[in-house]
């Protein structure tokens, strides 16, 4: 392999493929980033077996070829060369590779190419597009919701399922649910519906998301390809049975509250500042069109009001600060609805005139209640 | 050389012997395992039961409701997707699975 490329092509290429790479892998071949020259472009791809991108530049290929370069040494390498013409140029029978530039060079050993997993593109019928930037505000507004705990892996993932023109996507970790819904008006006959682990789409909203670039989105039985032309993400899916969301959307509410987004999320972070630590507990009282937040532990004290438009009866309920934060900043609205239906029922924070998207919060229950 | 041959041997005799008893800790795990989703599924059959059992019909929540909400206070799921597991924090399906038994009574009463 020997081809001759800027740097900074190089260098993003390389950041974009280094979020595939896994570290803790046993398998050191996985620590590797794959180098592949061919008809005028360089292809980059790595993989930890869970979720592998690849990503292609173009560049001046004097000699077709591949090798696999350890991802920590090449990347810390090009981010600190100076910004000149690159060339590269591989062995293949000692599998090292050569990074010139200017009158300077290096040698990098690398790994045997054969060792590297196979990277084949999921090809499948069942494809559809969509903008960049609503795939990715989308998955913004519903990953956060997520479990990080892998002995649930359902709930580790975001349901995504298209039917009747629509697209859903939901998330939940049991205590807190997001859920967004867009029109599908030009796939009225897509019936999907598959588990994405949240991990992928939160290194996919990082890689692709411009408005100017649409997402090809391509499904097979265990894995999903996302494709904006430049970058490749596949990912495997999670097996098993997304449990019924819809059972936990409560229905007509008793009391509704409309407050602004940022003062609330203000008011939030001030209180939560004091809670104790595990416990991020902090209380929420509604009466005569105010709200006030409260926190009472051994740290100190914080009662902040905000005046809010009261529908319904007064309410006073305690709510995890750092959900409550994280919802807030998904709402995308300068005002935010909050409805309560009954002790049992989580709260609703919807985004005002926004009927499609909604987050579920579930009510603390206080000991001394 | 020959007493190098006899400790690889050794060795290997170990590692077989190791092997052996992780094969059977895996099958220990499994059956554990089986017999842990079996107990699971026949609580889950008993509760059904208490729910369609006596009170049903009166206005008044029934045992069975008391019981799950007993259960649930006890740190358990006795939603589909976990029941019978250990909890940490309330959860949502749990909650509407609550809501769901307790509606039809208090609309009854009312």
Redesign the interface.
């Known amino acids: 392999m020997k081809f001759a490329c800027d740097k900074e092509s190089l260098l993003n290429a390389v950041q974009i493929v280094q979020r595939a790479v896994s570290l803790k892998n046993p398998l050191p071949i996985l620590g590797g980033i794959k180098f592949e020259a061919e008809d005028e472009r360089v292809f980059l791809s790595a993989t930890d077996l869970e979720m592998g991108i690849r990503c292609s530049f173009p560049a001046q290929v004097t000699q077709t070829g591949s090798s696999i370069l350890p991802a920590k040494v090449i990347s810390e390498l090009i981010r600190r060369l100076p910004d000149l013409p690159i060339y590269i140029e591989s062995d293949p029978l000692t599998g090292s590779t050569m990074v010139k530039y200017g009158q300077s060079e290096a040698n990098i050993n690398g790994y045997p190419v054969e060792e590297f997993p196979d990277f084949p593109m999921p090809e499948s019928e069942i494809k559809f597009i969509l903008p960049g930037d609503v795939l990715r505000e989308m998955v913004r507004q519903v990953v956060y919701a997520a479990a990080t705990d892998e002995n ?1 892996p ?1 709930f580790t993932g975001v349901l995504l399922e298209t039917g009747n023109g629509e697209m859903n996507m939901v998330a ?1 970790d ?4 997001a859920w967004r819904k867009i029109n599908l008006e030009k796939y009225q006959d897509l019936n999907i519906n598959l588990i994405i682990p949240g991990k992928t789409l939160n290194e996919l909203i990082k890689i692709c998301g411009s408005a100017e670039q649409n997402i090809e989105i391509t499904v097979t039985d265990n894995q999903v390809l996302f494709n904006n032309g430049e970058v490749c993400l596949i990912s495997r899916l999670i097996g098993g049975q997304f ?1 019924n969301y819809r ?2 959307i ?1 229905g007509e509410y008793i009391s509704r509250i409309r407050v602004s987004t940022k003062e609330l999320a203000e008011a939030t972070e001030r209180a939560a500042l004091l809670t104790r630590d595990g416990s991020p507990i902090i209380r929420l009282k509604i009466s005569d069109n105010t709200l006030v937040v409260s926190v009472n532990t051994e740290a100190g004290r914080v009662r902040e009001e905000i005046a809010v438009y009261q529908e319904g009866e007064p309410l006073q309920f305690a709510f995890n600060a750092r959900y409550l934060g994280d919802a807030l900043k998904t709402i995308g609205s300068e005002d935010v609805n909050i409805e309560f239906t ?1 002790p ?3 709260g609703i924070l919807r985004p005002v005139a926004d009927i499609d998207y909604l987050s ?1 919060l ?1 009510p ?2 206080l000991r001394d209640e | 050389m020959q007493s190098l041959f006899k400790l690889t041997r050794e060795m290997e005799l170990k590692l077989h012997a190791l092997l052996a008893e992780v094969q059977e800790l895996k099958n220990k795990a499994q059956e554990l395992e089986e017999e842990n989703s079996r107990l699971r599924k026949d609580l889950a059959a008993l509760y059904r039961e208490g729910l369609g059992g006596d009170g049903a019909d009166s206005g008044v929540p029934h045992k069975g409701f008391f019981n799950l909400l007993g259960l649930y206070d006890h740190n358990f799921h006795i939603c589909n997707a976990y029941f019978g597991r250990k909890r940490s924090g309330d959860c949502l399906f749990c909650m509407a699975f609550l809501r769901k038994e307790q509606e039809p009574q208090l609309g009854s009463g009312t």
């Open positions: 649930r359902v939940t049991t205590h807190r649910l449990p059972q936990v409560p009954g049992l029922s989580p579920l579930l603390v229950r």
